[in-house]
């Protein structure tokens, strides 16, 4: 939009002046020099080159001109085309206001609490061989904190573990690994970029209540928390015998829950037999599969399933695909290896401190797409 109108005389004087904005500064500068003189000799000559001692007889002409001067179309401010999260940031950049959270917010007890959640996606071959595999991680924090409080979150990233040379024998084995490389994440609007491409620390004024602080995506060093091991056999064209063992590879003090194997059958199965020695097995004739159910399993452990399928006699010469073997399940680790070094809290206007909140930290492992040929 426009942010004033000056009209000059050729001498460069001010004659007609109107400013629709306050950043508009000296009026001198408004108008580029070359332009500016062009329509200052314009005008001198419109007027019939008057003496600017006779403005005053100029100023019916010089307020007929404006409209010349509104035919430009106008911009569009950039923000209309910024998303609502974008705008938020440069509001609070330009104001330093906080759009995000508001004040005056008062809690009883000041908690904290930090879910990280990740889900590992695996391919793997009947040997053994891993063909792919990544982790998909978010955090999720749940403030329940009063006033206006400053956030500073850590994890073990291997920048900052090589930067601060903390990558010891002693971490390694508490944690299981030293470090992990990060591939790519994004952030909340609240989090400080600038803070974090320096320091690597990721520092922020929390929402009121849940939020996903971060998601991050790694492909590095994956702990791997199950290895299937299948074995099919085909005895003659009507019958299959199948045998698949599952290995945890965790802690033994650590319990996997909700464990699912998805073995799948041919579509001319007539009938199943299943021997599982662990949890409960179903043939599902409706997804063509197998379907093992395990409540929970500890780290380091291993349990087996056989079956024999009997099939239809058929005619189709193509041999049987064998899709991959899927499995379901959730351990209480982060598959990535990421761990959380510390969680600080600050408000010193209300005058508690990290001492003074009490934090929870829980780790969330998943299956995504978890599969093994066979």
Not at 36 to 60: C, I, T, V
Request: glycine letters at 6%.
């Amino acid at each position: 939009m426009i942010g004033g109108l000056f009209i000059y005389n050729h001498k460069g004087e001010v004659l007609i002046s109107r400013v629709y904005r306050d950043d508009i500064g000296d009026s001198r500068l408004w108008l580029p020099t070359e332009f500016r003189d062009r329509r200052a000799e314009n005008l001198h000559h419109a007027a019939g080159h008057q003496e600017s001692g006779s403005k005053p007889h100029s100023f019916l002409l010089l307020f007929c001109l404006p409209c010349c001067f509104m035919w430009a179309p106008r911009w569009p401010c950039g923000l209309q085309h910024q998303t609502k999260e974008e705008q938020s940031q440069i509001t609070s950049q330009v104001t330093g206001q906080i759009g995000w959270r508001r004040e005056g917010i008062k809690y009883r007890r000041n908690e904290l609490f930090l879910d990280v959640l990740e889900s590992v996606n695996l391919l793997m071959s009947p040997q053994g061989q891993v063909l792919s595999a990544h982790v998909s991680g978010r955090v999720v924090m749940k403030s329940y904190l009063s006033g206006m409080p400053e956030c500073k979150f850590g994890m073990n990233d291997k920048i900052v573990i090589e930067k601060q040379g903390k990558g010891t024998a002693d971490e390694t084995s508490k944690s299981g690994k030293q470090s992990i490389a990060i591939d790519d994440c994004t952030f909340h609007q609240c989090v400080r970029l600038s803070k974090f491409d320096s320091e690597r620390s990721i520092s922020f004024i929390p929402p009121d209540g849940e939020f996903e602080l971060m998601r991050y995506r790694t492909t590095k060093d994956i702990i791997l928390p199950f290895r299937v091991i299948p074995l099919v056999r085909e005895v003659g064209r009507t019958k299959l015998e199948v045998k698949v063992v599952i290995k945890s590879n965790f802690k033994p003090s650590l319990l996997a829950q909700k464990i699912e194997v998805r073995i799948p059958t041919p579509l001319n199965t007539s009938g199943v037999q299943v021997i599982c020695m662990k949890g409960k097995a179903k043939y599902k004739a409706s997804e063509n599969a197998i379907v093992w159910k395990i409540k929970r399993m500890a780290g380091m452990k291993e349990s087996q399933i056989s079956a024999e399928i009997e099939l239809l006699p058929t005619n189709d010469k193509k041999k049987w695909a064998r899709p991959p073997i899927s499995m379901n399940f959730e351990v209480p680790f982060a598959p990535s290896g990421l761990k959380v070094r510390y969680l600080k809290v600050f408000e010193p206007k209300l005058n508690y401190s990290d001492h003074d909140v009490i934090k929870w930290v829980r780790y969330i492992g998943r299956s995504g797409i978890y599969e093994t040929r066979c």
